[in-house]
């Protein structure tokens, strides 16, 4: 299988999946946990004769699904079509995916020498290094890149990168604005934008667009 442009995944995707990252994902609310459970054995048969399986993760009141072929590092026809099956599966039992308010959050740290800092994160985050970035192979913790900077001091070291669906960039950029924050720069838009807090702590809304 071959990893498939963003715009493709995007457009493909069925109702109710967005592409978060490098994860065609989404949301199954469920009417209790038991629902749930139920689903999550259907979900499993399929992806076993499939021979693919999703990450799942169950909650008392929804099931949240993810998709990647990790040996195409991205997201596959594949994927597509075990997601078709998903929310077929759901329609059956009266439920619907959605895509709302679901993100992906990554942590950026800003040094002048990513590779003198590198080990501690690594060592102290219990990760593996990957592509440079620590990652925390239980799929728990955020994965930790290095961003290039200047040691000019005072200096911002850390900035979070989160991962929405298109859709929601503005509303968040409103919401963040209404709330005593400010757009710094769109520039790099639609594939980010970086915001930051009165303090100017700083943050990126980061999309699949034009990447």
């Known amino acids: 299988m071959t990893k498939l442009p963003p715009a493709q995944v995007a457009a493909s995707a069925p109702a109710g999946w967005i592409l978060l990252f490098d994860k065609l994902v989404t949301r199954i609310p469920t009417k209790d946990f038991a629902t749930g459970l139920a689903l999550v054995n259907r979900i499993g048969a399929a992806a076993e004769r499939a021979d693919h399986h999703p990450d799942l993760d169950l909650r008392y009141s929804a099931i949240e699904v993810g998709l990647i072929s990790h040996d195409a590092g991205g997201v596959t026809e594949r994927d597509l079509a075990l997601a078709r099956t998903i929310s077929n599966l759901a329609a059956d039992a009266g439920l619907?995916?959605?895509?709302?308010?679901?993100?992906?959050?990554?942590?950026?740290?800003?040094?002048?020498?990513?590779?003198?800092?590198?080990?501690?994160?690594?060592?102290?985050?219990?990760?593996?290094?990957?592509?440079?970035?620590?990652?925390?192979?239980?799929?728990?913790?955020?994965?930790?890149?290095?961003?290039?900077?200047?040691?000019?001091?005072?200096?911002?070291?850390?900035?979070?990168?989160?991962?929405?669906?298109?859709?929601?960039?503005?509303?968040?950029?409103?919401?963040?604005?209404a709330a005593g924050g400010r757009l710094v720069s769109d520039d790099q838009a639609p594939s980010f934008w970086v915001l930051a807090d009165p303090e100017d702590n700083k943050v990126c809304l980061c999309t699949w667009q034009e990447r």
């Open 96 to 177: 619907a995916p959605t895509a709302d308010g679901l993100t992906h959050l990554e942590l950026g740290l800003d040094t002048p020498d990513a590779a003198a800092i590198t080990p501690f994160w690594t060592a102290v985050l219990g990760g593996t290094v990957r592509d440079g970035e620590v990652v925390d192979q239980t799929g728990r913790l955020p994965t930790v890149w290095f961003q290039p900077s200047g040691g000019a001091e005072p200096r911002q070291r850390w900035h979070h990168d989160l991962w929405v669906d298109p859709s929601e960039v503005q509303p968040r950029i409103d919401a963040a604005v």
